[in-house]
């Protein structure tokens, strides 16, 4: 899968998104095989509520994300603020954003904590198959307790749709709320 620097020379794509418990000291990463879309990491946010958060912190009421600037989770895509207003009123949370400003993501926790054991946990291999990328991924972890929980995500995800700012606004009328702090 040489689909990073040799797209032309691939067979398939591989589009990690993960999130990082900082309690925890916990990884977890779906593995994509379509386009990073908003619907697509709002899937694997649910992915992750559903099965671990929901059970690791059944008191919840508030959750903090931290977010870089750039792909389908920026504060720029009035999509991704939409389908995350779905998100908080389907799970009735409190969810506060911030968004770390462009090429500053390197100081998000998922990146020196979790995604640079990832890429080291993959040095040197042969991304052939996506049976060899998740073992890979399960198999990260550090001395001071990292562990790493993975999925494969082959779901199709629609690339360029877009929302009108006015659903928002309607959202926001709903009683749904957006916080983005960045």
């Given at each position: 899968?040489?689909?990073?620097?040799?797209e032309?020379?691939?067979?398939?794509?591989?589009?990690?998104?993960?999130?990082?418990?900082?309690?925890?000291?916990k990884?977890?990463?779906?593995?994509?095989?379509?386009?990073?879309?908003?619907?697509?990491?709002?899937?694997?946010?649910?992915?992750w509520?559903?099965?671990y958060?929901?059970?690791?912190?059944?008191?919840?009421?508030?959750?903090?994300?931290?977010?870089?600037?750039?792909?389908?989770?920026s504060?720029?895509?009035?999509?991704?603020?939409?389908?995350f207003?779905?998100?908080?009123?389907?799970?009735?949370?409190?969810?506060?954003?911030?968004?770390?400003?462009?090429?500053?993501?390197?100081?998000?926790?998922?990146?020196?904590r979790?995604?640079?054991?990832?890429?080291?946990?993959?040095?040197?291999?042969?991304l052939?198959?996506?049976?060899t990328?998740q073992?890979?991924?399960w198999?990260?972890?550090?001395?001071?307790?990292?562990?790493?929980?993975?999925?494969?995500?082959?779901?199709?995800?629609?690339?360029?749709?877009?929302?009108d700012?006015?659903?928002?606004?309607?959202?926001?009328?709903?009683?749904?709320?957006?916080?983005?702090?960045?």
């Amino acid at each position: 899968m040489h689909d990073h620097d040799y797209e032309h020379l691939g067979e398939g794509k591989v589009i990690p998104h993960g999130i990082y418990d900082l309690q925890a000291n916990k990884g977890y990463v779906s593995i994509g095989s379509s386009s990073e879309t908003a619907d697509f990491v709002m899937d694997n946010l649910r992915w992750w509520w559903y099965e671990y958060g929901i059970h690791d912190y059944p008191d919840a009421k508030n959750i903090l994300l931290l977010c870089d600037a750039g792909e389908a989770n920026s504060y720029r895509h009035h999509i991704f603020k939409y389908k995350f207003m779905d998100f908080v009123a389907e799970t009735g949370l409190s969810v506060i954003v911030c968004h770390y400003p462009p090429y500053c993501s390197k100081w998000n926790p998922i990146e020196h904590r979790l995604f640079s054991q990832v890429h080291k946990a993959m040095q040197g291999a042969v991304l052939s198959d996506y049976a060899t990328v998740q073992k890979l991924i399960w198999q990260t972890s550090t001395k001071t307790g990292l562990t790493v929980v993975v999925r494969l995500n082959l779901k199709l995800y629609e690339t360029g749709v877009k929302i009108d700012k006015a659903k928002i606004n309607k959202n926001i009328g709903l009683g749904r709320t957006f916080t983005n702090k960045g």
